[in-house]
């Protein structure tokens, strides 16, 4: 079946560090991607989302690409804050409509100044 | 407000006890969809309606796992004679239509059952 994986946390940076969170997925068909992000205390919110190969989402300075030949959606930022320090969830949802989130399971970011 | 809202936010239940989980999605939001939780792991799907039709249950792990939402909007999730291994965070979803592919999911804080 469907599924995603991420790399384990939890990941320490300090402040102004790049950050790279590795996602794979195993899909059949053309999955759409996501990222979600839990701070503390909240719910899960989306971050970014792409829906076809090789299309980049992008928000508050977080991207990803959507690699069908690698089957990869990497989180990437350039400078980490302390406020990015949340839990960070890859996702997929499968080619059919109506269908639910698969979800990987989540990365733990602790940012430091 | 205009998120979504779960009620109770903490439940601790005896084990045997039935307990009930209630969510209020987006108002006019057609989609809705229960996840679960357990510690360390993403979300897991349970059930998902649209409106009060309930589409698709496939991912509730035994019959004693219950969900409605009567009148479209409200939905209760209810687990009968809990067991220790039901303790997890119970995530609610809603979306204007269809999934996630064309609609964003909007989450709420979840129920965090803890059965003793």
């Known amino acids: 079946g469907d599924s995603v994986t991420q790399m384990e946390g939890p990941v320490t940076l300090s402040e102004e560090a790049f950050l790279t969170i590795n996602c794979t997925y195993t899909a059949t068909g053309y999955p759409s991607l996501f990222w979600y992000v839990q701070y503390p205390g909240e719910g899960l919110q989306l971050l970014l989302k792409?829906?076809?190969?090789?299309d980049k989402g992008s928000n508050k300075g977080f991207e990803a690409t959507y690699r069908k030949e690698t089957t990869s959606f990497h989180l990437e930022k350039g400078s980490v804050q302390v406020s990015d320090s949340a839990v960070y969830f890859c996702?997929?949802?499968?080619?059919?409509?109506?269908?639910?989130?698969?979800f990987g399971k989540g990365t733990t970011l602790s940012v430091s100044s | 407000g205009a998120g979504v809202s779960q009620s109770p936010r903490y439940k601790v239940a005896k084990r045997g006890q039935d307990v009930a989980l209630r969510c209020d999605p987006i108002?006019?939001?057609?989609?809705l969809f229960w996840y679960q939780q357990a510690l360390g792991q993403g979300p897991e799907f349970l059930t998902y309606f649209q409106n009060e039709a309930q589409l698709d249950k496939s991912g509730l792990p035994s019959d004693r796992f219950f969900a409605e939402r009567p009148e479209g909007s409200v939905s209760t999730l209810k687990i009968q004679r809990t067991q220790q291994e039901d303790s997890a965070v119970y995530l609610c979803a809603s979306s204007l239509a269809g999934g996630p592919r064309n609609t964003e999911a909007f989450f709420g804080q979840g129920t965090r059952l803890t059965v003793v």
């Open positions: 792409a829906t076809k190969a090789d």
């Open positions: 996702a997929l949802s499968p080619n059919q409509a109506g269908t639910a989130l698969i």
């Open positions: 108002s006019g939001h057609v989609s």
